[in-house]
């Protein structure tokens, strides 16, 4: 079992910044993580990613340039760095632990989720 908490979220003005962290606990931090964004009344996607080692992420179009994803497997914590906020970045943001695979940006390999934190960007 794997149990995540996330924070950081908040109320930023457009081309603001904010940093979302999320705790891991349960067992040792070796696996995937990621993160992932829900707006109202949109489905569920995929924003960024890390593997174990941290040498490996992965970026939806829309964020690249903008967001960074990092983890301290020393904290056992990741990390999502959103710079150059947008509007269209308004949404529940999760971290989510994929135990199984190394797979980085299949939303169907993630079995372990947080209970997500609001990003609301104003204009």
């Known amino acids: 079992q794997v149990q995540l908490v996330e924070s950081g979220g908040g109320l930023v003005q457009a081309g603001g910044s904010l940093r979302l962290s999320c705790v891991a606990s349960?067992?040792?931090?070796?696996?995937?993580m990621g993160w992932f964004r829900q707006a109202p009344g949109k489905e569920r996607e995929f924003v960024a990613a890390?593997?174990?080692?941290?040498?490996?992420?992965s970026y939806t179009a829309s964020v690249k340039g903008r967001f960074t994803i990092s983890r301290d497997n020393a904290k056992n914590t990741v990390y999502l760095q959103m710079n150059s906020l947008k509007p269209e970045d308004t949404a529940v943001y999760y971290c989510?632990?994929?135990?199984?695979?190394?797979?980085?940006?299949?939303?169907?390999?993630?079995?372990?989720w947080g209970q997500g934190t609001q990003v609301t960007v104003s204009s």
């Open positions: 349960g067992r040792a931090f070796s696996y995937v």
């Open positions: 989510a632990a994929n135990t199984r695979t190394g797979l980085l940006g299949l939303i169907s390999q993630y079995d372990y």
């Open positions: 890390i593997s174990w080692s941290g040498q490996s992420t």
